[in-house]
T-cell receptor, first 118, second 113 residues
Framework: GAVVSQHPSWVICKSGTSVKIECRSL??????MFWYRQFPKQSLMLMAT?????????EQGVEKDKFLINHASLTLSTLTVTSAHPEDSSFYIC??????????????FGPGTRLTVL | QKEVEQDPGPLSVPEGAIVSLNCTYS??????FMWYRQYSRKGPELLMY????GNKEDGRFTAQVDKSSKYISLFIRDSQPSDSATYLC?????????????FGSGTRLQVQP
């Protein structure tokens, strides 16, 4: 149980275009989803937290107009990188937690999406 | 000072060795402690989950939490080349209402056959 998928697994796009990444919880209802980015050989950096049906809460320094997050259902959250630039190239990982794990913070991670902006 | 400190390694051991991975933290509100394993270019996989102080064992893995010292450990017995990965400690607090995890920087482990 507790499987999280991401799509696409990798994407290459031109500078200035927008890219949408999907995160799905396959066998549980994800009341909260998190989006992280990870640079090579570095740890995960939390970008934002999203609760189903609510606006996402962004971490300090993360541009909410650039990284649009939608959590329209209990099984799907999307991250759209708008007007992507080469410095946005990174590994983006989502995670999810259910109401069962609400207070413990235990999260289940997707496989990640590698974004390369040319 | 980071909230969670973790030696980045790399840590290289021979196959069969006992591996000890550690994290220290400064926030006494942390009550939930996790260890994740991350293979290259993959998402983290939850290995061990512990609440408050104590030990927890699962197969070859043992997690220890010492809240008085703000120190957590993960032991891997009979290490295998397939254990080669980056190990991330993570923790969270109950009372703050903030459900996000605070991660260590990760320790890269290499098990030599």
């Amino acid at each position: 149980g507790a499987v999280v998928s991401q799509h696409p697994s990798w994407v290459i796009c031109k500078s200035g275009t927008s890219v949408k990444i999907e995160c799905r919880s396959l066998d549980f209802q994800a009341t909260t989803m998190f989006w992280y980015r990870q640079f090579p050989k570095q740890s995960l950096m939390l970008m934002a937290t999203s609760n189903e049906g609510s606006k996402a809460t962004y971490e300090q320094g993360v541009e909410k107009d650039k990284f649009l997050i939608n959590h329209a259902s209990l099984t799907l959250s999307t991250l759209t990188v708008t007007s992507a630039h080469p410095e946005d190239s990174s590994f983006y990982i989502c995670s999810a937690t259910s109401s069962y794990n609400l207070y413990s913070g235990e999260q289940f991670f997707g496989p990640g999406t590698r974004l390369t902006v040319l | 000072q980071k909230e969670v400190e973790q030696d980045p390694g790399p840590l290289s051991v021979p196959e069969g060795a006992i591996v000890s991975l550690n994290c220290t933290y400064s926030n006494s509100a942390f009550q939930y402690f996790m260890w994740y394993r991350q293979y290259s270019r993959k998402g983290p996989e939850l290995l061990m989950y512990t609440y408050s102080s104590g030990n927890k064992e699962d197969g070859r893995f043992t997690a220890q939490v010492d809240k008085s010292s703000k120190y957590i450990s993960l032991f891997i017995r009979d290490s295998q080349p397939s254990d080669s990965a980056t190990y991330l400690c993570a923790m969270s607090a109950f009372d703050t209402g903030r459900r996000a995890l605070t991660f260590g920087s990760g320790t890269r482990l290499q098990v030599q056959p």
